[in-house]
């Protein structure tokens, strides 16, 4: 997949640090919304969490980074530390953030070091100075900041202003795109260890995420900004969903809160699910959640390469599907394999097409021009089992669509001929990958 060249305009913005010296705190802040998770245990954050944010004029994307030293029990400090060098070796400018709440340590001054010797542009930022008593007692970091360095408090908004002040400084006026096109945002859900990193991955062309076999690796959501054909894409890579009763770790617990809100936040849906075994039952749920929420859905079925070779028939498989999730039996199923990039982007193009759809209006006299053929050849019968008259039908809204339907009462269809009649319409005006929602009224 080419990427397009808008992507370059973006500055990168990276925040490192050791862990618990408030990263995602002061990313949030910046961002001005609360993207990355924030928890009392160190380790929080795994994956770089990006988004697009604006300063003083500036646009660019910030990335929030895992500590650079993490706990010997914690199994991923390694790759997420290697995750967090890659970054700032990226970036146009890194925020080297430390606590004031403890002394300099050994280490920090090592990373800065390593940073300079890289020729990157750094701001020392001082977090967690709480009050001006405290900037008289941070002697000990100016050996960073060469003179200068920015104290401020992140959780009490204190001297921000001279952080962004600082920020927009340091980026060339090119920064700003006034220009943008808002990316269209694809949660990519799933139950634990379905490969959903991995795809993402794939997309990018790069490792930006952390990809293990021992589930439960993605804790926050992470966001992927990148073009295809020019149209740009956020991607949410969110932690695996299963019951929290199941879930012992706290921050997991916070990751899989994270994933369904992020689902509600969601353009587009796209549920992962692996070839060797699904649809299970937990794929169900997570089916669930996508359909409930009303946001057009696009079903991948990953590893359909080691499915193949085991000589797996794609229809076969698709009828298996769809027999357990018949009731998203309207969204696109794309058989894709991370390992391989084998359609891999098919995932973002299906994705935009459902997003168009979702929104698309029918004029009202077209509409009830197919309710009179549909009621004339299939009389309907309402969940009493009685004949329902139903007068005309309008169109109430997009994403999801709603019609709304005219009637002596306000009973339903009886739920077999909804289902036929939802079938209908999707075919008759092209709904495809989008749930419908009917409402009737008496009137």
Known sequence: MRISPRVKKLKRVVIVGFPNV????????????????????????????????????????????????????????????????REAQRADLVLFLLDARRDLLPGEEELHSDLKRKGLRILVVVNKVDTPAQEGRLGDFYRLGGGKIIPVSAEHNRNLEALEAAVAEELPPSAGVEDEVRPLKLSIVGRINVGKSSLINRLCGEERLIVSRVPGTTRDSTDVLLFRDKKPFLLADTAGLRKLSRTRDEREKAGILRSKKNIALADVVCLVMDAQECPTRQDTAVAHLARDSGKPLVLAVNKWDLAAGRGEDALRFRDRIFRKLEFVNYAPLAFVSAKTGVRVVKILDLAAEVYETAGRRVETPRLNDFLNRTLAAHPPLSRDGRRLKVKYMVQGGVHPPLFVLFAHSRTRFAPAYETHFLHLLRREFGFQGSPIRLVFRSG
Not at 33 to 58: E, F, N, Q, W, Y
């Open 22 to 85: 408030g990263k995602s705190s002061l990313f949030n802040k910046l961002v001005g919304r609360r993207k990355s998770l924030i928890h009392s245990l160190p380790g929080m954050t795994r994956d770089a969490v990006s988004a697009p944010c604006r300063l003083a004029g500036r646009l660019f994307e910030l990335v929030d980074t895992g500590g650079f030293f993490g706990s010997p029990d914690e199994p991923f400090s390694a790759p997420v530390r290697e995750a967090a060098w």
